[in-house]
Structures are given as C-alpha cells and as structure tokens.
C-alpha cells in the first residue's frame, strides 16, 4: 500500500493491476499485492468491519481504460473471462467494474457484475431477474449505480459483456450514444475478520473489436 497513491500499480501487457485501496484512510488496513502478470496476481489482506458500516475499503483488480472513450456501438464484441480462488473469509465480492459515459465522474454510470459473492450486500433495489449465456442475474439499481449479481457463484467463466450493456441501453438506464470509460476485474473487500487472507486471480482476459 501506498498512502500516496490508492491506484499504485504496474502496467503489462496493456493492462493495469493495481491496489486500488481508495477508502482505507478512516479504517485500520493492511494490504500487499504479488504481480507475476496481469493475469496472475494476488492480494493478501487485513481488515474488519467493526463499525458495521459495510464500507468497501479496497479493490485490488486489473483493468483497462479506454482513453478515446469510443462508442459501445463501435464495437462487434466486447467479452471476457476470468477465473479465481477466494478464502471464504469475512465480507466480499469479486466483480468486474466498469464505467461508462466516464470514469466515476459527474454522468457517468458505473456498471458492476459480481461473479462470487460472500456476505456482500449491492446497492440499491432489486428490481429484476435476468440470464445471459445460461447465467441467471439478480439486477441492482441505485441511480447511476447497476449491479448484476449471480445468482449463483461461480470462480471461473466467461461474460459476453455486450449483452449486458445492450440490456442496459434498451431499458433506457443509458442512451445508445453512450461511451465505454473502463473494464475492471478484480475483488471488493469489505472484511477478513482481522486476520490475513489471500484473494487471487488465476486468469483474465478480455477481448474487443
């Protein structure tokens, strides 16, 4: 960790890992990441939820921006896979995070599909249930705020990414003119209990053209 810089990372292969420890200041956090690739990396962890507040304290998760902000519709296909091993411990999620219209600025909107849930609770209301490639997806909303929640955890997969967006446009929650800010994949950590414990990506990939 480097309280100097929450984002601190390393760059390979076009892609950024990084710590991501954006919301440790007010709480008692330990954190070290091991980058062998963008698709091979771990993070070993300590933190509680003594408040009971349920605060996301980091997101260590690799991820690609795209600076040129292109249009989702400029794309055939927007995919990826991943695949990971999670301790059972305390509070998280793993989840990919993306942003469109922005990078969490005033208009954008941030999208989130959580693969592996444990003892994590989304934002915002449930307000439907949906299936994309045979997954079913318990559907969060809070404003600009959309998560899509499995309903049933999965540590490996691949995600047809389009699709979603291609729902999210057709319920009229963006426009169609709407840009693609960033891909993040990686994991929510809200607790370990105190003690550490170690959250790793075994695989990531994602594919655009």
Not at 174 to 203: C, H, K, R, W
Request: hydrophobic content about 35%; overall charge negative.
């Amino acid at each position: 960790m480097d309280p100097n810089n929450a984002q601190n990372g390393i760059t390979l292969s076009g892609f950024y890992v990084d710590a991501d420890t954006w919301n440790v200041a007010n709480y008692q956090v330990t954190q070290t990441m091991y980058v062998c690739d963008y698709n091979n990396w771990y993070a070993v962890a300590n933190m509680n939820n003594s408040t009971g507040d349920g605060a996301v304290k980091t997101y260590p998760n690799v991820h690609e921006d795209f600076g040129s902000s292109p249009l989702i519709s400029s794309f055939r296909t927007i995919s990826s896979s991943f695949a990971h091993t999670a301790p059972h411990v305390g509070i998280y999620e793993f989840a990919y995070d993306i942003w469109l219209n922005g990078i969490a600025s005033s208009g954008s909107t941030e999208v989130m599909i959580w693969t592996d849930n444990y003892n994590q609770v989304p934002s915002g209301s449930s307000i439907e249930t949906v299936m994309f490639d045979g997954q079913s997806y318990d559907v969060h909303k809070s404003g600009s705020y959309i998560a899509f929640v499995e309903t049933t955890n999965v540590t490996s997969g691949a995600v047809n990414l389009m699709s979603f967006f291609d729902h999210i446009i057709s319920k009229g929650w963006i426009p169609s003119t709407s840009t693609l800010g960033a891909i993040d994949y990686g994991v929510e950590l809200v607790s370990t209990n105190g003690m550490n414990a170690t959250f790793q990506v075994n695989d990531f990939s994602l594919t655009t053209n």
